[in-house]
C-alpha cells in the first residue's frame, strides 16, 4: 500500500528538524568530536539511530500506552534521563583538556542505544510521530517501518556533521581559553535542555 505523499513529505520535514536541531544527542556528538576526534563520535553516530528505531518499535507496539498508565515509571524515566543529562553537563563544564587529559569519556555503541530510554527529546519526538503517523492506522507495520528509516537517515547524517564540525574546531579550541568556554557552553546548554524538558 502506498502512504499519503502528504503524510511522507510531513513527517520526513518533523524528522530532519527534529534531527538537526539542538538536543542532548547533538550536544554529545559536537562536544565528543571537539575533545576526542571524529573518529571516537562514531559509536555515538551509530548507536543513536539504531536506540532511536528501536524506541520507535516500543512505542508504536503499544509502550506509549503503557507508560501513560503508570505514571510513576513515567517520571522515574524522566528523573534518570534529565538527572544524566545535569551529570554530562556538570562535567562538560569543568573540562578543559582535550582527549586523554579530560574527565569527559566518548560514549560507546551501547551507551549510545540505551540513552535513548531515557533521552526526553527521543521520547517526546517518537510519541508524537508515532501517533500522529502510525497508532491507530491499519498498515502500522508499514509506516513504523518507513518511520524507520526517516528517522535513521537524518540522525546519523545529523551526529556525523556535528561531531565532524567539532572535530574542525579543535585546533581552534586549543588556544588560550577557548576549549573551557565551548566546553562550558555546551554543558549549560545541555542543563538548559534538561530543565526545559522537566517541565514538560
Not at 91 to 96: A, D, G, H, Q
Not at 116 to 132: D, G, I
Given at each position: 500500500m502506498m502512504l499519503p505523499l502528504t503524510e511522507i513529505l510531513a513527517f520526513s520535514a518533523f524528522a530532519w528538524i527534529g534531527s538537526f536541531t539542538p538536543g542532548p544527542n547533538v550536544a554529545i556528538a559536537a562536544s565528543t568530536g571537539v575533545n576526542h576526534g571524529l573518529r571516537a563520535a562514531m559509536p555515538h553516530v551509530a548507536g543513536v539511530p539504531l536506540g532511536f528505531v528501536a524506541l520507535l518499535w516500543l512505542v508504536g507496539m503499544g509502550g506509549a500506552a503503557?507508560?501513560?498508565?503508570?505514571?510513576?515509571?513515567?517520571?522515574a524515566m524522566k528523573i534518570a534521563g534529565n538527572g544524566y543529562l545535569l551529570y554530562l553537563a556538570w562535567?562538560?563544564?569543568?573540562?578543559?583538556?582535550?582527549s586523554a587529559g579530560n574527565n569527559i569519556r566518548p560514549f560507546t555503541l551501547l551507551q549510545s542505544i540505551m540513552f535513548?530510554?531515557?533521552?526526553?527529546?527521543?521520547?517526546?519526538?517518537?510519541?508524537?510521530?508515532?501517533?500522529?503517523y502510525a497508532i491507530g492506522h491499519e498498515d502500522?507495520?508499514?509506516r513504523l517501518s518507513w518511520m524507520s528509516l526517516g528517522f535513521a537517515v537524518p540522525s546519523a547524517l545529523s551526529l556525523f556533521s556535528w561531531a565532524w564540525a567539532g572535530e574542525k574546531l579543535r585546533h581552534w579550541l586549543v588556544v588560550g581559553n577557548r576549549l573551557r568556554i565551548f566546553n562550558f557552553c555546551m554543558g549549560i546548554?545541555?542543563?538548559?535542555?534538561?530543565?526545559?524538558?522537566?517541565?514538560q
Open positions: 503503557v507508560l501513560q498508565g503508570q505514571p510513576g515509571l513515567l517520571m562535567k562538560l563544564c569543568f573540562t578543559s583538556q582535550l535513548q530510554l531515557v533521552n526526553p527529546k527521543a521520547w517526546m519526538m517518537l510519541v508524537a510521530a508515532a501517533s500522529t502500522y507495520i508499514l546548554s545541555l542543563a538548559c535542555t534538561a530543565a526545559w524538558m522537566v517541565q
